[in-house]
């Protein structure tokens, strides 16, 4: 998680026009290619560095253990290599999916699922490096579905204030959080929900004396009809109750606000969603990190979906962010300062 805030709320200017080609400064979706699913990103001096889900990536990179790209602009990134030289051993199967990366003292903390598709007790695991690069060596299980209580126990996101360390995770079985030990290697207490059953992918920003819970809803898989959306709902409490804009409880079933939704039509990109930390420039512009496909590329060439690195600037609008149309931009636009 990225300590990224600012208390800016003037809306960035519109995306240019179709006709306008790239300038220096601007950059067009998606901004890394074939795949980066499911991002999470930490920033180590001025270089940023995103992570994703274990994936092959066909005649375009092939297999990669949790891809490892860097940028020092969120707009053009480099292949640094795979965080991790081996699976954790813990689980006999699965895969390594939605790792979430932060700072952790000196040292950098992947938070990472563990799990095949219909898994019956997947979990979410621990692994440490002294540098964002890796190699990351792993340190086991934190919890699975079974021992936690929760099911489809996958999306850790890891939060941290005044000390106090928690873990958030889920994904369409409730979003829960737990206060983490001081050293961030056990859960203590007790688990508290905070949304439905209808979201994934939880992310908390805190802003403006409210805390912002970010969940995907969707189909995150099915190539150019894959329907993922991200949603947001707000609070003054760390723990909820996360409301819309109307009072609704998100933990009774209630989306929130939307976010980000695929682009209408044949064009752009399908199934938006997971999004990473949202990383603040040094003009004050929010900046949402997150995956999408294209639909006239939605898959590399063994079937794998092909979920590209997308970013755009948020829209602050009466205090619930947004972004321009809801839908990801598809020309040239005006980059992160920094």
């Not at 980066?36 to 990103?41: F, G, Q």
């Not at 690069?133 to 999306?155: M, T």
């Not at 044949?266 to 512009?285: Q, Y």
């Amino acid at each position: 998680m990225l300590a990224c805030s600012s208390n800016a709320q003037e809306p960035v200017p519109d995306p240019v026009e179709e006709d306008e080609e790239d300038v220096q400064g601007q950059y067009t979706n998606p901004v890394w290619e074939p795949v980066l699913a499911d991002p999470t990103v930490v920033k180590s001096g001025e270089t940023f560095y995103a992570y994703g889900t274990e994936d092959n990536w066909g005649d375009e990179g092939g297999y990669h253990l949790v891809p490892v790209i860097k940028s020092k602009d969120l707009t053009h990134w480099e292949l640094v290599g795979d965080a991790l030289s081996s699976k954790p051993t813990w689980k006999p199967e699965g895969g390594i999916w939605a790792p979430d990366v932060t700072k952790v003292g000196d040292q950098y903390f992947m938070y990472y699922s563990f799990s095949t598709w219909g898994d019956a007790n997947p979990g979410i695991g621990l692994a440490i490096a002294d540098n964002p690069e890796g190699p990351f060596e792993d340190y086991g299980k934190i919890f699975d579905s079974q021992s936690i209580g929760v099911s489809n126990s996958i999306d850790p996101f890891f939060y941290e204030e005044d000390g106090h360390k928690y873990l958030f995770w889920g994904s369409f079985r409730g979003l829960f959080m737990i206060k983490l030990t001081e050293d961030g290697k056990a859960t203590e207490g007790q688990k508290v929900q905070v949304a439905g059953d209808h979201l994934e992918a939880s992310y908390i920003l805190k802003k403006n004396g409210f805390y912002y819970l970010f969940g995907s809803y969707g189909s995150c898989c099915e190539g150019a009809n894959s329907s993922y959306q991200v949603w947001v709902g707000r609070s003054e409490k760390l723990e909820g109750p996360y409301l819309d804009k109307a009072g609704n409880r998100l933990l009774d079933g209630h989306f929130g606000e939307l976010v980000v939704k695929g682009n209408l039509g044949d064009n752009g990109f399908a199934g938006p969603g997971h999004n990473a930390e949202v990383v603040t420039d040094k003009e004050g512009t929010d900046w949402l990190i997150y995956h999408g496909m294209l639909k006239s590329q939605p898959r590399t060439n063994n079937g794998t979906n092909r979920r590209t690195l997308l970013i755009d600037p948020i829209l602050w609008n009466d205090g619930w962010p947004m972004l321009f149309r809801h839908e990801p931009s598809t020309t040239a636009t005006d980059g992160p300062k920094f």
